[in-house]
T-cell receptor, first 115, second 115 residues
Framework: DTEVTQTPKHLVMGMTNKKSLKCEQHMGHRAMYWYKQKAKKPPELMFV???????INESVPSRFSPECPNSSLLNLHLHALQPEDSALYLC??????????????FGNGTRLTVT | AQKVTQAQTEISVVEKEDVTLDCVYETRDTTYYLFWYKQPPSGELVFLIRRNSFDEQNEISGRYSWNFQKSTSSFNFTITASQVVDSAVYFCALSEAEGFQKLVFGTGTRLLVSP
């Protein structure tokens, strides 16, 4: 079992809905990430939080809004999404962005479908 | 700019065959990190190995082995005596030292191991 837990596993939402993806880890990691993965494509980085502060935003549209309430939790708030936003959203964590020997631990992902 | 190329889109083998997954990378940095991740159908990315640019020693872990050659910018992955459970998509990834938290993934190789 993965040590990074993502909920829900599946989500179907309309373009006018507001929903949130949740991610939790209890490994004491201080860096958390959101990746987006389209079908048959590699994951692409969206956001990085380091010590609960947004460290990297890869020019993600504002309809995706990340939040890191504490070092164990990471949310991704979704609003007014488009069908092309349908993808697998992966959360990951690592010990800390300053620790260069720290690999990422990924969750199982949330498979999002926008109708 | 950094880039990872996995030229093999899909490989099919029969159980017990050996299989090598190729990875070629491009980077301007002299210090960088290379990774292999496995993505089974369940969706999560499983970390397999990390190698830094100063360590060209090959590594063996059970049925897995990795061949890192800086001269050809390659970091190939061999599975010996493949098993059905090895069926997955395998991603090679690169991270430069300064942007360590920004993994750049190759396009992945889908490995199908049939009984």
């Amino acid at each position: 079992d993965t040590e990074v837990t993502q909920t829900p596993k599946h989500l179907v939402m309309g373009m006018t809905n507001k929903k949130s993806l949740k991610c939790e880890q209890h490994m004491g990691h201080r860096a958390m990430y959101w990746y987006k993965q389209k079908a048959k494509k590699p994951p692409e980085l969206m956001f990085v939080y380091s010590y609960e502060k947004l460290s990297i935003n890869e020019s993600v549209p504002s309809r995706f809004s990340p939040e890191c309430p504490n070092s164990s939790l990471l949310n991704l708030h979704l609003h007014a999404l488009q069908p092309e936003d349908s993808a697998l959203y992966l959360c990951a964590s690592s010990q800390g962005t300053g620790q260069i020997n720290s690999p990422l631990h990924f969750g199982n992902g949330t498979r999002l479908t926008v109708t | 700019a950094q880039k990872v190329t996995q030229a093999q889109t899909e490989i099919s083998v029969v159980e017990k065959e050996d299989v090598t997954l190729d990875c070629v990378y491009e980077t301007r940095d002299t210090t960088y990190y290379l990774f292999w991740y496995k993505q089974p159908p369940s969706g999560e990315l499983v970390f397999l190995i990390r190698r830094n640019s100063f360590d060209e020693q090959n590594e063996i872990s059970g049925r897995y082995s990795w061949n890192f050659q800086k001269s050809t910018s390659s970091f190939n992955f061999t599975i010996t005596a493949s098993q059905v459970v090895d069926s997955a998509v395998y991603f090679c990834a690169l991270s430069e030292a300064e942007g360590f938290q920004k993994l750049v993934f190759g396009t992945g190789t889908r490995l199908l191991v049939s009984p």
